[in-house]
């Protein structure tokens, strides 16, 4: 099985993501281990995770985001000023079918 969302996969879980509240956030402190091993529990449990991340620095937040999903292994659904949601699935256990 594919583990990239196609098109329309995609829009499908743009649409799921309006109505998550976001699990992870990330302070100042920045993306410590603790803040990637809860970030990796909350990929495995909901497989759709929306985060938070506290910077004003549009640069540096993207950057962010960009490290973060590349650590996770993970695939950028959106990414909205401060906020951005991430998906991976659950081969084991899927949650979200697509």
């Known amino acids: 099985m594919n583990m990239?969302?196609?098109k329309q996969?995609?829009?499908k879980l743009r649409a799921m993501c309006?109505?998550?509240k976001p699990v992870v956030r990330i302070g100042q402190h920045g993306f410590s281990q603790a803040v990637e091993k809860?970030?990796?529990i909350a990929l495995a449990h909901?497989?759709?995770v929306k985060i938070k991340i506290a910077s004003?620095?549009?640069?540096?937040r993207d950057s962010l985001v960009e490290d973060i999903t590349t650590k996770a292994g993970a695939v950028l659904v959106q990414k909205i000023g401060g906020t951005a949601t991430l998906f991976k699935r659950n081969t084991s256990d899927p949650v979200i079918s697509l």
């Open 4 to 6: 990239t969302p196609d």
């Open 9 to 11: 996969q995609m829009k």
């Open 18 to 20: 309006h109505a998550l």
């Open 38 to 40: 809860e970030l990796n």
């Open 46 to 48: 909901h497989e759709l």
């Open 56 to 60: 004003e620095d549009r640069a540096s």
